[in-house]
């Protein structure tokens, strides 16, 4: 299994990033994928879920209405669109591969493989 996440760097508050992640080894199409964040000296947060069809999103309360999950089955690609950035937003962002195939869970610990992570810093 390999998650590759991309698309993190510098926005100012207010603005958009837009991540992906980009998964193999493993038959993606059956697998929920998750976001989850780490901010400096913080614990991991859950941030997002997608369930494997792409039918059903999850979102943590600090984010919904401002980010949107999504996938494309066809590239084995997961993606997270960040709009109306706030600074406590700024933190390392991983993607989660779901440990079942066609479950659904909406917390870190029902993931097994996380990728390296990609950097998203909110700042004027």
């Known amino acids: 299994v390999q998650l590759v996440e991309s698309g993190g760097g510098l926005a100012q508050p207010g603005g958009s990033l837009r991540l992906s992640c980009a998964a193999s080894?493993?038959?993606?199409?059956?697998?929920?994928m998750s976001w989850a964040r780490q901010a400096p000296g913080k614990g991991l947060e859950w941030v997002s879920t997608i369930s494997s069809g792409g039918s059903m999103t999850y979102y943590a309360d600090s984010v919904r209405g401002r980010f949107t999950i999504s996938r494309d089955n066809a590239k084995n690609t997961v993606y997270l669109q960040m709009n109306s950035l706030k600074p406590d937003d700024t933190a390392l962002y991983y993607c989660g591969k779901e440990k079942n195939a066609f479950m659904v869970r909406t917390v870190a610990a029902g993931y097994d493989y996380w990728g390296q992570g990609t950097q998203a810093t909110v700042s004027s």
């Open positions: 080894g493993f038959t993606f199409t059956n697998y929920a």
